[in-house]
């Protein structure tokens, strides 16, 4: 679960553009990089990006009322007059397998949200600007006074069974969200979900949170019906929806089918006859399945794949980041007994990585280096997080915490490619300062369970980081004593305490105040983990892949009704 930063607030390329971290010893680096890319070569898969599914920017003040755009294109004369053409089957390679596609509670990764997006949609939708507009909704209301929230539904929409999408299946849906203990949008936070009539749907607030609207807005919205009478089991893997696209079958890790919806909501759509998603886990399997026409598309490639394919492919970046994922050191600053536990050592741990050397020889060039949890130029971006490449200053921290000659520990990362080539070259940076470290690598399933509510781990878990609009709830997940994810991080109570204190800003302005002292909090004052960078997602496709939305508004969301093969 994660939010965008709208862009709008970002400038990637002009005067509030990046700043480059301090560059030095790129020979070593990429002495490192040929080396490890000689011996990985043949392994497989990207880095897996996890995410979930929230984003809005509703001005809380005095309330604040969203109406939907006309998202439509109109009737198929339309979209002839368009250029648009009807037909063909869209064959997408993914690189992460799936793991549940249709129960909404337990879609989790980005690959369940773009497969399963397919066939289930959601009351609002992100526009180019990084902003939560109505979809599914009509409008909704924002009242901070009141602590309510009010949703307008369209009419005339049905789910693929033939059921009603109406007032009382939103509110079974975001009931069953509710009582399913997430961290945002549970009943500890919202006091009630009921219906005022057929097509309005009002929730009730404990607290005012002004960045709930971001979940609630981007639920998918499944049939009551076929989970009441099949199972929520049944449905994780026969998703049932109002999408343009209805489930047609999964043969788990190879493949998942849809056809084309003939009573779809929005008039004239979709275009394609179908959409078949082709699971490949090996990213070089991956490349030659693209190149040998096997496929017209491959969502979320690695940079190096970018690179390989851009001169005879359409390669579209998504330099916005918005609700993308970056690598992220974790130290076990909660034992004792480690040296993390130090909060000198942990500062000395955010002069010592070099992160543009990082993005220049790892990523290639396709990143955003980073030392907080936002992009440079951000709203929520804090210029007195100082931390950049200083080894000298990394030296001097060690000794003042009593480490002169350095020390021994672990660096814990996923089995693929990519990670273990940047976690080398992490480990001679470390070697400059004294720290000697060997790197364990373990596989996707390990890293889960390490990074989990009831995992542990020796040393750094290099983990993932997330950008977007709601800064203090990523960090609520990974840093405080509040969350689910990398347990074995120092808290701090009075972190904690802000952390709690930002989640009922009544304005944005507050809010993005607020997160910048967190950021300081966080990555300055107690160094509880050490980001590297964001990545810049890459997706290469064939040219004649027409209005996909992929890499448009946010990571995990595309506009399958509005696809179409020009050829």
Known sequence: EALPIRNADINLSKSRGVKRMKKSWPALLLSIVLVMGAVLSGCSSDSPNRSGSRSADNDAEGGSQHNAENSQDGDGSNAAAAGKKYGGVLRIITTQDVQNIGDPVAIRSISDNMISGTALETLGRYDENGDLRPFLAESWDLDPDAKTI???????????????FDAEAVRWNLETFRLAKKPQFNETDTKSVETLDDYTVRITLNTWDIAIMETIGTIFMASPTAIREKGAEWVNEHPVGTGPFVFESWDKSVSVKYRKNENYWQEGKPYLDGVEWKIISDSS?????????EADMYYSTSARTAKLLERDYEVVKFEAALGSAGPALYPDGGNPDSPWANVKVRQALQYAVDRQALVDTIALGYGI?????????????????????????????????????????????????DNVQMYTAVQAMLAQIGIQSE???????????????NGSWEGLMGYVMRIDNDPPFNMIRNLSSMGTNTRKVAFVEEFDQKLLESRSAPTLDAKAEATRQLQEMAFEQYALAVPLYVSYSTTVKEKYVKDDGIHKTWMIFWTPENAWLDK
């Not at 009010?150 to 009603?164: A, N, P, V």
């Open 150 to 164: 009010t949703i307008k539904l369209r009419r005339g929409i049905q789910f693929h069974d033939g059921t009603d």
């Open 369 to 417: 280096p980073t030392n907080q949890y936002a992009i440079p130029g951000s709203r929520f971006y804090s210029d007195n997080v100082k931390s950049t490449y200083d080894p000298d200053k990394a030296k001097r921290l060690l000794a003042e915490a009593g480490y002169a000659e350095g020390f021994h520990t672990v660096i814990n990362t996923p089995n693929n490619p």
């Open 439 to 453: 790197i364990n690598v373990v596989d996707g399933a390990k890293n889960q369970e390490m990074t989990g509510p």
């Open 285 to 293: 399997t991956a490349d030659a399945a693209l190149q040998a026409k």
